[in-house]
């Protein structure tokens, strides 16, 4: 065997945790960025010797592995037609229109799923190289599903876990791919496939049934070679104490005033902050929204509404489309139903700090969450965590995996646009009472059900796969 590495822990991810930055002296360096993700995983990858394994964006070529803060990220490079096929390509105009309930056509290309297998297997190779033996190697994601089983082939030592952010979809609609059984294959060198939801758990079940053709039995695959596969949901959540902390400072309070006043302190300010996706939905909800102004059931001096939307994935064909109807709609909607210093919608296509965030929550009171299809949707789960004094509407699209848990918010099919209207209108005009009740129920569930207990479910659960297996990492609990 080759080279065999030191980490007893390995995630492997498409992208690394890190964002590159210029230092002060115009040096370039990085900044850790701020997803729940890595200060889940961040305790347990420390006392088990850990390292990332991803792709540092941009096409600056190989890069050596560097330690960041203690954690060890080894960057792994794309190629400027690698960017196009396996990111924006495979990635992004294949499996993510597919996995979400098919809201955009997604597009089938040979050479795609080519660069997709050898990106892949890169990764693989590269897990390879740095886990020690017996290691736990964590895979993330619909970008590397190949690679359970092209490392399982390299490192039969390795305890593999994979997981799958975004939704899995029904068969009806996974077996539009041309490699529905490749994809289905490589997920299977996993001993343990995470999902968000229970559906998505079963849809794979039983199109490995189906399809591959393995006898199974509730939630576990039977291989013909005696190896088992499990399958389960363990719904991701985000660091709430973090989060409420923030929102806690006096500084974020200060901002949240600020914002208010800025927009000329109208009674109820409604929020939706999204990546640019169509896949959100934003579209449909600022257009219930106007209606109900156009309707004379809001007032533009009553209500605004702040609409953040992140630049996403923006060399995507669809996404382009998408964000031309957006600036269209706005500035319909403002020209048509603003006034001087009063638009309708406060539009911004940018992203900020987790800081401002928080202020924007803060500042809210009603949160709009109505995406289409959703794995589950931090957003939601921010905006809750922000709001500790208990109050706060959120408007939450039934078709977010956050509505399984997130059960006491106005829940919406964002495909009913009088629905929707409805809704906003309910949860402008609601009992203080009604909403503090809901919102405590809320903020039970995501304090409780954070993303270190996320984490720690997963390994747990990963450790008990294969127990006669030599080592296995164990998961760091909050003291
Ligand atoms: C979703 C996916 C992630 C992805 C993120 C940002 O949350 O589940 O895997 O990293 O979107 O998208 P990007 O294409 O910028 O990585």
Aim: aromatic share 10%; charged share 30%; proline share 6%.
């Amino acid at each position: 065997m080759a080279r065999i590495g030191t980490a007893d822990l390995v995630i492997v991810a498409n992208r690394l945790p890190v964002d590159r930055m210029t230092n002060p002296d115009g040096t370039l360096g990085w900044r850790r960025s701020p997803g729940g993700l890595v200060s889940a995983l961040e305790p347990v990858m420390r006392a088990n010797d850990g390292a990332w394994i991803g792709w540092p964006g941009g096409d600056d070529g190989e890069l050596e592995p560097f330690v960041d803060d203690g954690l060890q990220l080894v960057p792994v490079a794309l190629s400027p037609d690698e960017i196009e096929e396996f990111y924006e390509g495979f990635s992004n105009g294949t499996l993510w229109p597919l996995y979400h309930d098919v809201v955009a056509k997604p597009e089938f290309h040979r050479e795609w799923f080519d660069s997709y297998v050898r990106v892949n297997e890169r990764f693989a190779r590269k897990a390879a190289e740095v886990a020690s033996e017996n290691a736990t190697v964590w895979i993330q994601d619909y970008q590397m599903q190949l690679v359970p089983q092209m490392l399982r082939e390299l490192r039969p030592d390795l305890r593999i876990g994979f997981y799958l952010h975004i939704p899995f979809p029904p068969a009806e609609l996974f077996q539009q791919l041309p490699w529905r059984r490749q994809v289905l294959e490589g997920l299977l060198g996993a001993d343990l496939v995470g999902f968000q939801l229970p559906g998505a758990a079963q849809n794979f079940i039983r199109l490995v049934r189906q399809r591959v053709g393995h006898k199974t039995h509730r939630d576990t695959v039977y291989l013909p070679d005696g190896r088992t596969v499990k399958a389960a949901a363990f719904p991701i959540s985000i660091d709430a104490k973090n989060f409420e902390d923030l929102a806690r400072t006096e500084a974020v309070d200060r901002r949240a005033k600020a914002i208010r006043e800025a927009l000329g302190n109208p009674a109820k300010i409604f929020l939706g902050i999204d990546r640019l996706d169509y896949t959100k939905g934003i579209h449909a909800r600022l257009r219930a929204f106007s209606e109900l102004i156009r309707d004379g059931q809001f007032d533009v001096e009553d209500a605004v509404f702040v609409q953040v939307a992140t630049p996403s994935r923006e060399r995507v064909e669809q996404y382009r489309i998408l964000r031309d109807d957006i600036d269209r709609l706005v500035g319909r909607i403002n020209g048509d139903l603003g006034r001087i210093g009063r638009p309708a919608i406060s539009y911004l296509h940018s992203s900020y700090p987790r800081e401002e965030m928080a202020a924007l929550y803060k500042a809210a009171d009603v949160m709009v969450v109505t995406p289409y299809r959703d794995g589950m949707n931090l957003v939601a789960k921010e905006y809750v965590a922000c709001r500790y004094e208990g109050d706060g509407a959120l408007v939450l699209s039934e078709f977010a995996g956050a509505a399984e848990e997130l059960r006491q918010a106005w829940l919406v099919n964002p495909y009913d646009i009088n629905g929707m209207k409805q809704a906003l209108l309910q949860a402008y005009e609601a009992d203080p009472k009604d909403i503090a009740r809901r919102m405590k129920a809320m903020r039970k569930t995501v304090i409780e059900k954070d993303v270190a207990h996320w984490a720690a479910r997963f390994l747990d659960e990963l450790a008990a796969t294969r127990p006669d297996h030599g080592k296995s990492v164990r998961p760091a609990r909050r003291s």
